[in-house]
Structure formats: structure tokens, C-alpha cells
């Protein structure tokens, strides 16, 4: 879906256009992502159609027009599902090995199938998972092939199956979706106010903050190919529960009062988020506490290390949004109905779709008091007649041709997906506990607008801390939106940011890395010190300094550490000199780093991820042509730029605590790197 409001005027009015199909039962302001595409060979994508309509242009026009693709929660691709066996352990990825021995050892004993409380079957399988991840990761030379083999996938060349099997380059897809709505804004606002520059428009993309950040540097990069930046400063990221808080704390300002700590949960279709935050001021600014968190389907429950010792880690795992109760209701129709139920759901696509359509609204309105029931297609209802399967998961009556789920059986079919939710919640309330205590729990996105989880949330909050409150905005399925356009209107609302999840600008430098598992650092060239430099005279070289040989070596120098605090808007310069008589521009290269006492670039966990490239003027020697590096902190973009010091006086346009404005003229050029 997509929000707008002018910054002058009346503000808090949001402009939220309806999406509709031929189902009126779908005329709402958000929908699910199917999304069709037409792409004939050798020619770009063009969108044709979003949400239902895009089901239903599909069904009515595949066997006429073979380049129509279509794609199911494509968003949920860039997720890149897989077994994380730092969060199986509730570890995170700069865990020692006697930090990894003691987790498995208290898992081993938690999850023992002769004493474990639950079924056999279900202890030894969780018992298998967590051995799987301990021998994984207990031996350094498989935990290194693993890590690396996971952490920094890239999406770029990624391409992604339309229902039907066929490929595309998920990176065109996601671009095009996004220009898709891009001109659907413009056209909408032009209508309402005439002509306008579309470089006056501020972008607002909001993302998930669990996503990994090859996935956010994947949305970034979409969003510039989309056409969203045609300035610097034009496009920024929003973090979905971030936004959903920002809504909540604009509708409650009367009973939110500075120093209030709340848990955030953003309970989506695909993914839940979890974080918590503070209120600063009367104005409703905010600073964050703990860093994004994500549900884990499998254990329900992690490891914390309290107090002083709280690393953030990111929890990793199976998505646990409203779409995996439907998931859950197929995967049990499959299991009844066996290779018929598989036949029929890709032969008659229509009918599976309006199968689905039928489930999703009757959970959408599922309270917990009564059941639902589907209204099945002839094919359908013969091939559960034919199997005549007992009551105990579904019901179906042969005159009305429907197949019903009662109370207890849809409680049945959530029960999995709620349990994990409200283990994460138990687990951030506790931290939280030590901190003084939260007294709000925020729900926000559109699977919070479900009664069973609500109660079952408020009720696992009350066990913990009985005064602690649930806050529901009036309308939860649009609440990040409208929290996004707040955002939009005013980024500072965030005060700071535990160091993490942010990126350099895409147009300067982008790089999107979690900076709560990673300190980073610049590589700078320094003169070789025996003694500093003990063992390392291989990786040492000579550089031309004012006509002499001299003997160099790379080192690293930190300038974010991991769990550091960053003030929004904080700028800091660093000053740097070319190194060698002869060169003609300096690189300045940036490095993440596994722990903070990474000296040098070529050592086991430190990454490359990005550099700038500024030329040199050629007039001055080694030593005497002075760089500035700025790097701003603090917004969900991480934003880098380097500019020669003779350069930015001449220009004269640094404004006080920030960076010089950029002069696209100058003889400043940037390289971005895509990781």
C-alpha cells in the first residue's frame, strides 16, 4: 500500500487510496503482494496489476498471453529463509566457543526427549536441531565456511519463481512494483494539486527490521533503479515497527508521557518484529533499547545475556506472520487429502486461489469464539467426499458442499504461531524487566488485528508484570504507513539507535550492514613498526614518499563499535593524507569487523563492504593532499562522503556539526560497490 501527506497545511492528514477487484470483500487500503508482470523475451518487465486483481487478471488471461508472470509474497523471498545456527543456539555470530559450549549444554538438558514435558517425538527433533547446530558451529573451520557462506549472500543476481515455475531477476521485479506505485502517487497528487516537480516528493520505503542487510541493500538499490531518487536526501528507509510506534505514540499522546518504555510487536503477514523503545520528550521523539528481533518457529524461546552483557543478538528463523496460518491450514488439507488435494491445487488455479481468498477472510474475522466455513468448487468437494476423512481436522456438509473448521480446530491450526510469538515476547519483557520494567506493549500491523493473538499476548504480558498495558492503533493494518508518513515528516522523531541495521547513501556510498553484531572500520596506510607490526613483514610494501622508498602497511582503524549509541543526525570527520608521490586518487575503504580488536584488513573476520574514490588534485606530494571522510550516523541511512580539504574551503558550504553540501562539479568521484 502506499501514504501521503504535505508537509505544509494540515499534515496529519493522510491521503490512502483503496485497492479494489472484482471481490468487494478485498476494497481495502492494504492488500497481499501477488504481483503480475508481463515481460516478453529480450524486453523489460512492465507491471500489470497488484494484489487481487493481479489473481484475477491472471486466471482470466495466462492461457492467452504466456509472458504474464505471476509472483506470491515476493517481499517474503528477499528473507531468504534457512537454518541459522547462531539463533537455534540464541547466539550471536561473534559467540566464543565457550559461549557456544554453555548454550548447548543448557539447551541439551532443556530439550532432553526422556525428560522433556512435551510429545517424544517433538523433544528428539528439537534435540536433533540443536545438536545439528552445535556441530556446526562447536569446530571454527566449519562455523567460518558457514558464516561466510550465509551472512553476505548477494541478492542482486537473485531470481525468483512465478507460480507457474518460471524465473526473473528478483531485482527488476521489486524495482518495477516499486515504480509501479511510485506513478500511482505522482498521478494521484497531480490530480489533487496540479503540477509539481517530483523532486519535491520525500520517499518513504519502509522494511522490515529483522531483514538482513543484503536485503536492505537489495531494497535500497530497487528504489533508486525505481526512480525514487533524484536527489540526494530524496529516499529513506523506514523500520516497520518503528513507524507502527511512531503511529501508535501520535494517536495516545494523552496517556504516553516521556520516560514511557514500551515493546514494540508488528505483527505482518509475513514476518513478526519485535523491539523496544523510550519516549524522550512531549514531542514524541524516541530512542530504541534493544535492537529488532524475530520470531523463531522452532524453539519458541532463547538465551539472553542480561544487564551489561546484552549483545542484541539477531534472532533468525521461520517467518511467523499471518501467512503462516494459512500455510498451516494447507499443509494440513495436503496432509489429509494427500496427492489429489497437490493435483487439483495446481490444475485448477482459480479454484485454489478462491480456496485461500475464502480462508484469509474468514481469519481475518476468526474472534476465538466461532468457527469458519468455506464454500468448496464441485472438483474440490468430490475429492474430500472421495477421501471421507474423520472429523477430528475439518468437518464438511454434503448438501451445502462446505468444509468447516470449528472453534477448537482453528485454535488449533494458530496455536503453533502464537506460541512462538508470545515466547519472544516473555523473553523481551524480562530484559526489559531489568531496565526498570515496560509498561505498554504496541501492536501494530495488520495480523494484530486478530483477537486470539491480542488476548494471547495481553495474557503472557500480565504474567510477567501484571501492570503492564496493551495500546492497539484504531486501524492496525494501516498504522505503518501512517507512522512511516510521520517518519517522513519528521526522521529526528527517532532520537538514536543502538549502532545497527543502517546503510550508506545509496547515491554516495551505500552500505546496509547490522552494525549490533559488527564494529567497522577505514583502512588507512601506516609506516611499518617492527614491533606494532610483529609478524606481519609479508603483507608489508613500499610506498614513494617525497622521492624515498618507504615501508607501509594497512591497518584499521574503528570509527563505530558494536552496541554503541549514535545520536541522530551525529556527523563525525576524520582526516586522512595521500600516501604515495605518484597516486591519483584516494580510496577510502570501509571494513566490518566480528569484534573490535581487528587490527588488520586481511584478518578472519573482517569484511570489505564498500569505498569511496575521490581524485587527487596531483599538485601537492605524499603527506600534503589532505581528505575529509564524513560519516553521518543515526538514521536508518548511514550516509559517507570524502571531499579534498582544498576542495571543501574553496566551496566554503559546510553547515556547523554536518558535511559540506555536495557540489556535483567538483572533481569528487564515488564508486559504489554492491556486496
Given at each position: 500500500?502506499?501514504?501521503?501527506?504535505?508537509?505544509?497545511?494540515?499534515?496529519?492528514?493522510?491521503?490512502?487510496?483503496?485497492?479494489?477487484?472484482?471481490?468487494?470483500?478485498?476494497?481495502?487500503?492494504?492488500?497481499?503482494?501477488?504481483?503480475?508482470?508481463?515481460?516478453?523475451?529480450?524486453?523489460?518487465?512492465?507491471?500489470?496489476?497488484?494484489?487481487?486483481?493481479?489473481?484475477?487478471?491472471?486466471?482470466?488471461?495466462?492461457?492467452?498471453?504466456?509472458?504474464?508472470?505471476?509472483?506470491?509474497?515476493?517481499?517474503?523471498?528477499?528473507?531468504?529463509?534457512?537454518?541459522?545456527?547462531?539463533?537455534?543456539?540464541?547466539?550471536?555470530?561473534?559467540?566464543?566457543?565457550?559461549?557456544?559450549?554453555?548454550?548447548?549444554?543448557?539447551?541439551?538438558?532443556?530439550?532432553?526427549?526422556?525428560?522433556?514435558?512435551?510429545?517424544?517425538?517433538?523433544?528428539?527433533?528439537?534435540?536433533?536441531?540443536?545438536?545439528?547446530?552445535?556441530?556446526?558451529?562447536?569446530?571454527?573451520?566449519?562455523?567460518?565456511?558457514?558464516?561466510?557462506?550465509?551472512?553476505?549472500?548477494?541478492?542482486?543476481?537473485?531470481?525468483?519463481?512465478?507460480?507457474?515455475?518460471?524465473?526473473?531477476?528478483?531485482?527488476?521485479?521489486?524495482?518495477?512494483?516499486l515504480e509501479y506505485m511510485k506513478d500511482l502517487v505522482v498521478k494521484s497528487v497531480r490530480e489533487d494539486i496540479g503540477g509539481f516537480s517530483t523532486r519535491k516528493?520525500?520517499?518513504?520505503?519502509?522494511?522490515?527490521?529483522?531483514?538482513?542487510?543484503?536485503?536492505?541493500?537489495?531494497?535500497?538499490?530497487?528504489?533508486?533503479?525505481?526512480?525514487?531518487?533524484?536527489?540526494?536526501?530524496?529516499?529513506?528507509?523506514?523500520?516497520?515497527?518503528?513507524?507502527?510506534?511512531?503511529?501508535?505514540?501520535?494517536?495516545?499522546?494523552?496517556?504516553?508521557?516521556?520516560?514511557?518504555?514500551?515493546?514494540?510487536?508488528?505483527?505482518?503477514?509475513?514476518?513478526?518484529?519485535?523491539?523496544?523503545?523510550?519516549?524522550?520528550?512531549?514531542?514524541?521523539?524516541?530512542?530504541?533499547?534493544?535492537?529488532?528481533?524475530?520470531?523463531?518457529?522452532?524453539?519458541?524461546?532463547?538465551?539472553?545475556?542480561?544487564?551489561?552483557?546484552?549483545?542484541?543478538?539477531?534472532?533468525?528463523?521461520?517467518?511467523?506472520?499471518?501467512?503462516?496460518?494459512?500455510?498451516?491450514?494447507?499443509?494440513?488439507?495436503?496432509?489429509?487429502?494427500?496427492?489429489?488435494?497437490?493435483?487439483?491445487?495446481?490444475?485448477?488455479?482459480?479454484?485454489?486461489?478462491?480456496?485461500?481468498?475464502?480462508?484469509?477472510?474468514?481469519?481475518?474475522?476468526?474472534?476465538?469464539?466461532?468457527?469458519?466455513?468455506?464454500?468448496?468448487?464441485?472438483?474440490?468437494?468430490?475429492?474430500?467426499?472421495?477421501?471421507?476423512?474423520?472429523?477430528?481436522?475439518?468437518?464438511?456438509?454434503?448438501?451445502?458442499?462446505?468444509?468447516?473448521?470449528?472453534?477448537?480446530?482453528?485454535?488449533?491450526?494458530?496455536?503453533?504461531?502464537?506460541?512462538?510469538?508470545?515466547?519472544?515476547?516473555e523473553d523481551q519483557l524480562k530484559c526489559l524487566g531489568q531496565l526498570g520494567g515496560c509498561e505498554y506493549v504496541m501492536m501494530v500491523g495488520g495480523f494484530s488485528?486478530?483477537?486470539?493473538?491480542?488476548?494471547?499476548?495481553?495474557?503472557?504480558?500480565?504474567?510477567?508484570?501484571?501492570?503492564?498495558?496493551?495500546?492497539?492503533?484504531?486501524?492496525?493494518?494501516?498504522?505503518?504507513?501512517?507512522?512511516?508518513?510521520?517518519?517522513?515528516?519528521?526522521?529526528?522523531?527517532?532520537?538514536?539507535?543502538?549502532?545497527?541495521?543502517?546503510?550508506?547513501?545509496?547515491?554516495?556510498?551505500?552500505?546496509?550492514?547490522?552494525?549490533?553484531?559488527?564494529?567497522?572500520?577505514?583502512?588507512?596506510?601506516?609506516?611499518?613498526?617492527?614491533?606494532?607490526?610483529?609478524?606481519?613483514?609479508?603483507?608489508?610494501?613500499?610506498?614513494?614518499?617525497?622521492?624515498?622508498?618507504?615501508?607501509?602497511?594497512?591497518?584499521?582503524?574503528?570509527?563505530?563499535?558494536?552496541?554503541?549509541r549514535v545520536p541522530y543526525g551525529k556527523t563525525q570527520k576524520l582526516t586522512s593524507y595521500s600516501a604515495d608521490d605518484y597516486q591519483k586518487k584516494a580510496c577510502?575503504?570501509?571494513?566490518?569487523?566480528?569484534?573490535?580488536?581487528?587490527?588488520?584488513?586481511?584478518?578472519?573476520?573482517?569484511?570489505?563492504?564498500?569505498?569511496?574514490?575521490?581524485?587527487?588534485?596531483?599538485?601537492?606530494?605524499?603527506?600534503?593532499?589532505?581528505?575529509?571522510?564524513?560519516?553521518?550516523?543515526?538514521?536508518?541511512?548511514?550516509?559517507?562522503?570524502?571531499?579534498?580539504?582544498?576542495?571543501?574551503?574553496?566551496?566554503?558550504?559546510?553547515?556547523?556539526?554536518?558535511?559540506?553540501?555536495?557540489?556535483?562539479?567538483?572533481?569528487?568521484?564515488?564508486?559504489?560497490?554492491?556486496?
Open positions: 500500500g502506499y501514504c501521503w501527506a504535505y508537509i505544509s497545511g494540515d499534515s496529519k492528514t493522510y491521503h490512502m487510496p483503496r485497492w479494489t477487484g472484482q471481490n468487494q470483500d478485498f476494497n481495502r487500503q492494504k492488500v497481499p503482494l501477488p504481483l503480475l508482470v508481463r515481460q516478453k523475451r529480450g524486453t523489460e518487465i512492465s507491471v500489470v496489476a497488484l494484489g487481487v486483481e493481479a489473481h484475477e487478471r491472471y486466471l482470466r488471461e495466462r492461457k492467452q498471453d504466456r509472458n504474464l508472470f505471476l509472483f506470491d509474497n515476493v517481499k517474503m523471498k528477499l528473507y531468504r529463509e534457512h537454518e541459522d545456527y547462531f539463533s537455534i543456539l540464541g547466539l550471536g555470530r561473534n559467540a566464543s566457543d565457550e559461549d557456544i559450549n554453555r548454550a548447548y549444554s543448557l539447551l541439551a538438558r532443556k530439550y532432553d526427549p526422556e525428560k522433556y514435558s512435551d510429545t517424544k517425538e517433538e523433544a528428539e527433533k528439537k534435540f536433533k536441531t540443536i545438536f545439528n547446530a552445535y556441530e556446526m558451529l562447536s569446530d571454527s573451520k566449519t562455523r567460518k565456511a558457514y558464516t561466510d557462506s550465509i551472512d553476505e549472500a548477494p541478492l542482486h543476481t537473485l531470481r525468483i519463481k512465478s507460480v507457474d515455475g518460471r524465473e526473473c531477476f528478483a531485482l527488476e521485479v521489486v524495482a518495477k512494483c516528493i520525500r520517499w518513504i520505503v519502509t522494511i522490515p527490521a529483522i531483514w538482513r542487510e543484503s536485503a536492505k541493500q537489495f531494497m535500497c538499490c530497487a528504489a533508486k533503479q525505481a526512480g525514487l531518487e533524484e536527489r540526494i536526501g530524496q529516499l529513506n528507509l523506514a523500520l516497520e515497527p518503528e513507524a507502527g510506534a511512531l503511529s501508535v505514540i501520535d494517536e495516545r499522546k494523552r496517556i504516553l508521557s516521556p520516560g514511557t518504555r514500551y515493546l514494540v510487536v508488528d505483527a505482518g503477514a509475513g514476518t513478526i518484529d519485535i523491539t523496544s523503545q523510550q519516549i524522550l520528550n512531549l514531542n514524541g521523539d524516541v530512542k530504541e533499547l534493544f535492537k529488532a528481533i524475530q520470531v523463531q518457529n522452532l524453539l519458541g524461546s532463547y538465551i539472553y545475556s542480561p544487564g551489561a552483557s546484552i549483545n542484541h543478538q539477531e534472532v533468525t528463523g521461520n517467518a511467523n506472520g499471518s501467512n503462516k496460518i494459512t500455510n498451516i491450514f494447507l499443509e494440513m488439507l495436503e496432509d489429509v487429502l494427500g496427492s489429489d488435494f497437490k493435483y487439483w491445487s495446481r490444475t485448477y488455479m482459480d479454484e485454489f486461489f478462491d480456496l485461500k481468498h475464502q480462508f484469509n477472510r474468514g481469519k481475518d474475522r476468526f474472534d476465538g469464539k466461532y468457527g469458519i466455513s468455506l464454500r468448496l468448487s464441485k472438483r474440490f468437494f468430490d475429492i474430500v467426499n472421495s477421501v471421507k476423512p474423520s472429523s477430528e481436522r475439518f468437518t464438511y456438509n454434503v448438501e451445502d458442499r462446505e468444509l468447516t473448521l470449528s472453534r477448537d480446530q482453528m485454535m488449533t491450526i494458530y496455536e503453533p504461531v502464537i506460541k512462538g510469538i508470545c515466547g519472544l515476547v488485528q486478530s483477537k486470539p493473538l491480542r488476548d494471547a499476548v495481553l495474557a503472557k504480558s500480565k504474567s510477567i508484570d501484571n501492570s503492564t498495558e496493551l495500546l492497539h492503533p484504531a486501524n492496525a493494518s494501516t498504522s505503518i504507513l501512517r507512522g512511516a508518513v510521520l517518519f517522513g515528516l519528521r526522521p529526528e522523531m527517532v532520537q538514536s539507535r543502538i549502532a545497527g541495521y543502517c546503510s550508506f547513501h545509496p547515491i554516495q556510498l551505500l552500505i546496509l550492514a547490522s552494525m549490533n553484531r559488527y564494529s567497522y572500520a577505514i583502512r588507512y596506510v601506516y609506516d611499518f613498526d617492527p614491533t606494532k607490526d610483529a609478524g606481519r613483514e609479508e603483507q608489508a610494501y613500499f610506498l614513494t614518499s617525497k622521492g624515498q622508498r618507504k615501508k607501509s602497511i594497512n591497518r584499521l582503524s574503528m570509527f563505530v563499535k558494536a552496541g554503541d577510502i575503504s570501509i571494513y566490518k569487523c566480528i569484534n573490535q580488536d581487528i587490527q588488520y584488513d586481511d584478518e578472519d573476520g573482517a569484511q570489505f563492504i564498500g569505498k569511496l574514490e575521490t581524485k587527487l588534485s596531483g599538485k601537492k606530494l605524499q603527506g600534503e593532499e589532505e581528505i575529509y571522510t564524513y560519516l553521518q550516523y543515526g538514521g536508518t541511512y548511514f550516509t559517507a562522503r570524502a571531499t579534498l580539504a582544498d576542495d571543501e574551503k574553496k566551496q566554503g558550504k559546510q553547515a556547523p556539526g554536518g558535511p559540506p553540501a555536495v557540489n556535483e562539479t567538483n572533481d569528487c568521484e564515488i564508486e559504489f560497490v554492491f556486496q
